[in-house]
């Protein structure tokens, strides 16, 4: 079974500076690999996911991921953080086959400061 | 748009206590979903329904039951709750259920004293 890990529970980040979020993932073949941002009293809002084929992905809100197959990492990263970013992030895998059934990580609450 | 509408937002319940949480997506997806969070533990699926017609246990059934009553609503049913059920509720769907993006809704805090 397919299991997701994103060590850090808190990260805090000044305003302007770059961000990478962790996440490492345990699957038996190439996964589905997915990134959700949660605001606030909100549901879970897909950023970008990866598939195939070139492994460093982009998606919305300038954020931006790379795939490593050596280290089973896909983290999460963004050169300039605005304080809008301030959110919980959760990192998912999802099989490459039959019907997805996404395991989510335990999430990674962004704290930006000024 | 609405995407995936979940009524109530917030309720309380006393242990013992039934009620239904309601979801309905406007989207014409296939695929529908109920997880619940809680902290440190992430989001963790209950049951999912690939298609109408067919409901099918995620990784924490125990204590709850589904219906998908058509193509857009599916329900998440707590027969008799329990303080362990304190959680928030998220309602979501996909079109196809192949790893595609997954729409949610905005969640049901239910407390259970």
């Known amino acids: 079974a397919q299991s997701v890990t994103q060590p850090d529970i808190h990260i805090t980040v000044s305003e302007g500076a770059s961000l990478e979020l962790r996440c490492n993932y345990s699957?038996?073949?190439?996964?589905?690999l997915f990134w959700y941002v949660q605001s606030p009293g909100q549901g879970l809002q897909l950023l970008l996911k990866?598939?195939?084929?070139?492994?460093l992905v982009q998606g919305i809100k300038g954020f931006e991921a790379e795939f490593k197959r050596s280290q089973s990492s896909f983290n999460l990263r963004k050169p300039s953080v605005h304080w809008s970013d301030a959110a919980e992030y959760f990192c998912?895998?999802?099989?490459?086959?039959?019907?997805?059934?996404?395991?989510f990580g335990t999430g990674t609450r962004l704290l930006v400061s000024p | 748009n609405a995407g995936v509408t979940q009524t109530p937002k917030f309720q309380v319940l006393k242990t013992g206590q039934s009620m239904t949480l309601q979801c309905a997506q406007d989207?014409?997806?296939?695929?529908m979903y109920w997880y619940r969070q809680d902290p440190g533990m992430g989001l963790r699926l209950i049951y999912y329904?690939?298609?109408?017609?067919?409901?099918d246990k995620g990784e924490v059934p125990n204590g709850y039951n589904v219906s998908r009553l058509n193509k857009r609503e599916f329900s998440l049913r707590l027969e008799s709750a329990a303080p362990s059920q304190t959680s928030v509720y998220f309602c979501?769907?996909?079109?196809?259920?192949?790893?595609?993006?997954?729409?949610f809704g905005s969640g049901t805090q239910l407390s259970v004293l």
């Open positions: 979501a769907s996909s079109l196809l259920g192949r790893n595609e993006k997954l729409f």
């Open positions: 699957y038996g073949a190439t996964p589905y």
């Open positions: 990866y598939f195939s084929g070139d492994t």
């Open positions: 998912a895998v999802g099989m490459n086959t039959g019907f997805q059934k996404l395991v």
């Open positions: 989207m014409n997806h296939n695929s």
């Open positions: 329904s690939a298609s109408e017609g067919t409901t």
